[in-house]
Nanobody, 125 residues
Framework: QVHMVESGGGSVQAGGSLRLSCEVSGYSVTTACMAWFRQAPGAEREGVAAIDRGGPTTYDDSVQGRFTISKDNAKNTLYLEMNSLKPEDTAMYYC???????????????????WGQGTQVTVSS
């Protein structure tokens, strides 16, 4: 009964900004480890940003300083603020949730067992 719904994707020009949202039901963002992943055509799914139960965040080097992951516990919603977008950021973006059981690697796909349907982000030059 866990549902995760992403929204906020779209098409923008390089240098623009987008804010992605992930509304979660049947699971608590307060107790879960949450993350954003992305997958471009022909490429593997890769970790973008993660936030653990206590709040610490992890970013892939490619988005460090440009993207910000956050969550609103009251709304049970995860966010990804994306600034200074580049064409190489173009991908389908997915929200993910998992539980930190002690061997947590923030940007590893295998850590997450709940996924949203994805929202497309396209950045043109």
């Amino acid at each position: 009964q866990v549902h995760m719904v992403e929204s906020g994707g779209g098409s923008v020009q390089a240098g623009g900004s987008l804010r992605l949202s992930c509304e979660v039901s049947g699971y608590s963002v307060t107790t879960a480890c949450m993350a954003w992943f992305r997958q471009a055509p022909g490429a593997e799914r890769e970790g973008v940003a993660a936030i653990d139960r206590g709040g610490p965040t992890t970013y892939d080097d490619s988005v460090q300083g440009r993207f910000t992951i956050s969550k609103d516990n009251a709304k049970n919603t995860l966010y990804l603020e994306m600034n200074s977008l580049k064409p190489e950021d173009t991908a389908m973006y997915y929200c993910a949730a998992g539980v930190d059981s002690g061997d947590y690697v923030p940007l590893r796909v295998e850590e997450y067992n709940y996924w949203g349907q994805g929202t497309q982000v396209t950045v043109s030059s």
